[in-house]
């Protein structure tokens, strides 16, 4: 039985209130807070630093899940864990010295996850799936909330959960990108067991409700 985690992502959250708007998720049920870091370069948008990561860290206790879309993931990971993340993971487009980033993440003491883009082949993480915490598929090309989920990552999802179970069976699975209330059985059933949803729970009238549904999605699907 794999457990199912919901991770509301902060990048569609109303930031003047941002220790409200984590707090009514944690209310709901969230698993984890997803934080979305983009640095102008990786992907156009410029986002989150440290100090926004510090400012969540003081307002829950719910582990921060630190999605890295920038280049140089290298010279940013030990600021971030500083600031409290308790995962961080790292897109493999950008980072040509993998190995040695993911060792330098888990002795901060952090878990350290990998993030393939939705053109990326499972094959070339191959030499990764061993060494991670967890591994996170995108499901939209990163850069903005509230795109459409691309469907034919779901077999993608599939494929890579088979393989794991042979080399890491402990290793979850994070979708990250148009995850909502309709597609989250799906995307769990594929074999994820993370489910990122920004837009979808903090664009809605009440995100506290609205956590509360995902959750109780999630809770249907016995796997
Ligand atoms: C995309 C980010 C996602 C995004 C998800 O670049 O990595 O985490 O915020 O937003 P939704 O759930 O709205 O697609
Ligand atoms: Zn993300």
Same mark, same amino acid.
């Given at each position: 039985?794999?457990?199912?985690?919901?991770?509301?992502?902060?990048?569609?959250?109303?930031? %003047?209130?941002?220790?409200?708007?984590?707090?009514?998720?944690?209310?709901?049920?969230?698993?984890?807070?997803?934080?979305?870091?983009?640095?102008?370069?990786?992907?156009?948008?410029?986002?989150?630093?440290?100090?926004?990561?510090?400012?969540?860290?003081?307002?829950?206790?719910?582990?921060?899940?630190?999605?890295?879309?920038?280049?140089?993931?290298?010279?940013?990971?030990?600021?971030?864990?500083?600031?409290? %993340?308790?995962?961080?993971?790292?897109?493999?487009?950008?980072?040509?010295?993998?190995?040695? !980033?993911?060792?330098?993440?888990?002795?901060?003491?952090?878990?350290?996850?990998?993030?393939?883009?939705?053109?990326?082949?499972?094959?070339?993480?191959?030499?990764?799936?061993?060494?991670?915490?967890?591994?996170?598929?995108?499901?939209?090309?990163?850069?903005?909330?509230?795109?459409?989920?691309?469907?034919?990552?779901?077999?993608?999802?599939?494929?890579?959960?088979?393989?794991?179970?042979? !080399?890491?069976?402990?290793?979850?699975?994070?979708?990250?990108?148009?995850?909502?209330?309709?597609?989250?059985?799906?995307?769990?059933?594929?074999?994820?067991?993370?489910?990122?949803?920004?837009?979808?729970?903090?664009? !809605?009238?009440?995100?506290?409700?609205?956590?509360?549904?995902?959750?109780?999605?999630?809770?249907?699907?016995?796997?």
């Amino acid at each position: 039985m794999r457990t199912l985690k919901l991770a509301p992502s902060i990048l569609s959250a109303d930031f %003047a209130s941002l220790g409200e708007e984590i707090a009514a998720v944690e209310k709901g049920g969230a698993d984890l807070i997803h934080v979305d870091v983009m640095d102008g370069h990786f992907v156009p948008a410029i986002t989150i630093g440290p100090l926004v990561v510090e400012a969540a860290r003081a307002s829950t206790k719910l582990p921060l899940d630190v999605h890295l879309m920038i280049e140089h993931p290298d010279r940013f990971i030990e600021a971030f864990a500083k600031a409290g %993340a308790d995962m961080i993971s790292v897109q493999i487009e950008a980072d040509v010295h993998l190995a040695r !980033t993911i060792a330098r993440v888990k002795e901060l003491g952090v878990q350290a996850g990998i993030v393939l883009n939705p053109a990326t082949p499972l094959s070339l993480a191959e030499e990764m799936f061993k060494a991670v915490d967890f591994i996170l598929l995108m499901s939209v090309n990163p850069g903005f909330a509230a795109q459409k989920f691309i469907p034919s990552v779901l077999d993608k999802i599939t494929r890579l959960r088979a393989i794991l179970d042979e !080399t890491n069976p402990e290793c979850p699975i994070e979708v990250d990108g148009g995850v909502n209330l309709h597609n989250v059985q799906e995307v769990a059933r594929a074999g994820a067991s993370i489910l990122v949803a920004g837009s979808a729970v903090f664009k !809605t009238l009440d995100p506290e409700a609205t956590a509360r549904m995902f959750k109780a999605k999630l809770a249907e699907i016995e796997l």
